[in-house]
């Protein structure tokens, strides 16, 4: 309901509620990701969570357009000197989703 609103606050607050059940409850989320959506946090990004099937693989992310330079770099950099991986960023927009034609 909140995205239909627009209200991205609450779907951001609800998205890091989620990773944080994810990883500390059901356990598939792995340290990679816990740390992405730490520094998620810390640059200020609205909303992050795991993404798939977890036990690796990805997280999504809600970031505001004036912090989205920032965050990739400092995300990106921090990830490879921890993890000794270059993470790759895919750029999504939201569009309307899946719908009947």
């Not at 995205?3 to 890091?16: A, I």
């Not at 690796?56 to 970031?63: P, Q």
Request: aromatic share 8%; glycine share 12%.
């Amino acid at each position: 309901e909140a995205l239909k609103q627009g209200d991205y606050e609450t779907v951001g607050k609800k998205m890091y509620e989620t990773h944080i059940g994810l990883s500390r409850k059901y356990e598939v989320s792995c340290p990679e990701l816990d740390f992405l959506n730490d520094v998620a946090r810390q640059c200020g990004v609205t909303g992050s969570r795991v993404m798939g099937g977890g036990f690796g693989g990805c997280t999504i992310n809600l970031v505001k357009e004036e912090l989205h330079d920032g965050f990739i770099k400092r995300a990106t950099e921090s990830y490879e000197q921890k993890f000794k991986i270059k993470p790759k960023v895919y750029d999504v927009i939201i569009k309307d989703g899946a719908r009947k034609l």
